[in-house]
């Protein structure tokens, strides 16, 4: 089972951590990462999601999306979902995380 940490709004550690699936409390967030891959004519690459999602079977989603897992960095999720999503080993440490 998944396990997430629990950060507040200002995007610090709370300390506590969370199940897959379990309910928010208030003004608990998680870290959620999706990476973008363009190629050199700057076109998007693009997957359909699988028929049997539960949120948005079927449609069309950006490359790579997923939650960090408990103890896990933006980057490390990042890395992390690219190869179980694609299969593709990619090295982002020399990368900047874009948040908002």
Avoid at 30 to 57: D, T
């Amino acid at each position: 089972m998944e396990r997430w940490d629990i950060y507040d709004k200002n995007r610090r550690l709370t300390g506590r951590t969370m199940a897959r699936g379990q309910k928010f409390g208030k003004d608990d967030y998680h870290l959620v990462i999706h990476v973008c891959i363009f190629n050199s004519k700057n076109e998007m690459l693009i997957q359909q999601r699988q028929p049997w999602k539960k949120g948005w079977p079927n449609m069309w989603d950006v490359t790579v999306g997923g939650s960090a897992l408990s103890g896990e960095s933006s980057i490390e999720a990042a890395e992390r979902e690219t190869f179980e999503e694609l299969g593709n080993k990619i090295d982002l440490s020399n990368e900047r995380p874009f948040s908002r």
